[in-house]
């Protein structure tokens, strides 16, 4: 099998542990899983998704957890198969974890799984974070903020050595915008929705909407009390400039624009493997 910076792993399960029995040892340059194991397909799309996601989670969390380290946990559905796999690992091997949330989902899965909780006030410098992402494109740069944490999740990612993101074949894209339609999310202070919305579609084209709530009344209110709009943009962007212009506007917390962060990602395949990006060589 080549190896190569846009590799294939042959990870097939969806239970690697329970159908394997094997890890990668522990190493300080982790590398991609080898082994084959069976996998049986399923007909229906939405439980090919989940166990690409599961595939995912449980690839990074195997090639970049390791003892004593401080694991920043993202938010979202892919995740959950993560902390599901960090905590199998936690107790069958004595591992010593301490978990930094970037939500209060995030915050409540490590507690559920009883996990060591802490925040970036004790523990500023992560060893890694692992988080999903919306959309992935060729070059690493991501859509975040589907489920509306992006200002956390972008500060924890931040804050860590190395940042690994985990995600199905629904979100690999050539470009931003070919798989995810919902636009970048723009985390704004309450009172400037209307002027930033403005200044947005004035400035880069396309529409910026407030995003409504499903299950209440009025517009979604993120962890940090504020608004989150949707820019739905019209065509292909310099998305590093992008980001630097939005966040110049008065009112605006932070984008869903993950320019130049990610290390590596992982994505589910539909037909069991898991598929690693790395960014290009320059």
Not at 88 to 101: A, F, G, S, T
């Amino acid at each position: 099998m080549r190896v190569q910076r846009w590799a294939e792993l042959s990870l097939k399960a969806p239970f690697l542990v329970s159908l394997c029995g094997k890890r990668r040892p522990s190493s300080s340059h982790p590398q991609p899983w080898r082994h084959v194991c069976g996998f049986r397909s399923r007909s229906s799309s939405a439980v090919m998704a989940e166990e690409a996601k599961k595939l995912a989670a449980y690839a990074a969390v195997d090639n970049h957890i390791q003892n004593n380290q401080v694991v920043g946990v993202g938010s979202g559905s892919t995740i959950v198969y993560a902390v599901d796999r960090l905590a199998e690992r936690v107790r069958q091997e004595k591992l010593n974890i301490v978990c930094v949330p970037t939500s209060f989902q995030a915050r409540q899965l490590i507690l559920k799984h009883g996990l060591s909780l802490s925040d970036l006030d004790r523990h500023p410098e992560l060893d890694v974070a692992i988080d999903g992402a919306d959309e992935v494109d060729a070059s690493l740069t991501l859509i975040k903020g589907g489920g509306g944490c992006l200002t956390q999740e972008k500060i924890v990612a931040g804050c860590a050595k190395h940042f690994i993101v985990i995600a199905d074949y629904r979100k690999d894209s050539k470009a931003l915008g070919q798989q995810w339609k919902k636009g970048v999310p723009v985390e704004v202070i309450p009172i400037a929705y209307v002027p930033v919305s403005r200044a947005i579609a004035r400035r880069f084209g396309g529409e910026a909407v407030l995003r409504m709530a499903v299950s209440k009344a009025g517009p979604v209110v993120t962890d940090n009390s504020n608004f989150i709009l949707d820019w739905k943009f019209e065509h292909a962007q310099n998305w590093k400039e992008v980001n630097t212009a939005i966040k110049m506007i008065p009112g605006v917390v932070e984008t869903g624009l993950f320019v130049g962060m990610a290390e590596r990602v992982y994505f589910g395949m539909e037909d069991g493997s898991v598929k690693i990006r790395d960014p290009p060589v320059n």
